[in-house]
């Protein structure tokens, strides 16, 4: 079977036409879990639940995909499963991967609010003190404008490395090792293993088509009409993505 990016779409799709009545059903639970997180207070318990079963759903598709020997094979495979087993069987992984990329979350946005932060605060002293001190706070804005830029390339430039590393993810079978799997981002031996041809081919189209779906989704999303399809669309391609990502990981052997 070979591991690219027509092979992942095919996988995603087999798995889905194997089994509607599986994939409509776990569907129909995450729209349902999701929908319940528009609840005051407690409505955050659903968000990050939404969020845990979604990835555990990637999970039991990825592993599957690495036992098969062809994209062919995943309609016996969803024929073969069960909606506990799409959202629980690895929800202990999912949440422990979650855990860790929700940690990491909240540091990339509290640098990008600390950047912002200080941006405001040189703009009320400079609205405080005069035009006498314009020239400094320019040179605030420009060293904390460059910081802004330097932390968004890091996250660029770890996004690289975010496929191969939720590949490994999924090949986890422990809460711990579902946590720890996502701090290969930070390490440099893993980014070794990821700078080869493969690896780049398979992440950059995953990386365009994901982009154009997502735009091509905007707009659908808008009409309550076409609203189902959006839901559907979006769907495959979480499964897409959970075979890109194993895919990616085996390249990242190489």
Known sequence: MQKNNITAIKAAWNFFKGNYALNFGVLAILIVVSLLGAIPI?????????????????????????????????????????????????????AGAFLALFLLSLLFMALMMMVMGMNMHMDMQTMQNGIAMEQEMAAGFMANGALGLVILLIGAFLFYFFPGVMGEVIRSETFNDGFKKVFLLFNPGYWKRCFNKEYFILVFIWSLIVLGVFMLLIPLSLSIILLPLVLVIAYLVSLYNAGVYVFSSEHAKV
């Open 42 to 94: 407690v409505g955050m318990l659903f968000v990050l639940a939404y969020s845990i079963l979604s990835l555990s759903v990637q999970i039991y598709f990825g592993k599957a995909l690495l036992q098969v020997k062809s994209e062919e094979e995943m309609i016996e495979v969803a024929q073969n499963s069960r909606i506990g087993d799409l959202l629980i069987q690895y929800l202990h992984v999912a």
